[in-house]
């Protein structure tokens, strides 16, 4: 199972960036990895997907805002956050998972405040 650590979370005022990073203790070679956020009183929500394969795939509510890359030399995924606004304010989450076999893993979490 793949350990998972998040970082770069923080308050920032809306229309600000950030970069969040998930940084996995093995390679991610062969894993899908995704962003998830969770908001105070709301459900855990996809953010954005990367493949083994490279492809990449965003919740209606971040496209064209948030970018979503993989480093395999640094066994890392990040997450570029442009824009930022108020409703992306939550708890994000790193998950990795692999098929046959299947495993899936998660990190701690990072917080991300936007407020003025």
């Known amino acids: 199972q793949v350990q998972l650590v998040e970082s770069g979370g923080g308050l920032v005022q809306p229309g600000e960036s950030l970069r969040l990073s998930c940084a996995a203790s093995g390679s991610i070679f062969n894993l899908n990895v995704a962003w998830y956020r969770q908001a105070p009183g709301k459900q855990r929500e996809l953010v954005a997907v990367?493949?083994?394969?490279?492809?990449?795939n965003y919740a209606d509510s971040v496209k064209g805002r948030f970018t979503i890359s993989r480093d395999s030399a640094k066994n890392t995924v990040y997450l570029q956050m442009n824009s930022l606004k108020p409703e992306d304010t939550a708890v994000y989450y790193c998950?990795?998972?692999?098929?046959?076999?299947?495993?899936?893993?998660w990190g701690q979490g990072t917080r991300v405040t936007v407020s003025s």
């Open positions: 998950n990795a998972r692999q098929l046959l076999p299947y495993e899936t893993s």
């Open positions: 990367i493949t083994s394969g490279g492809s990449t």
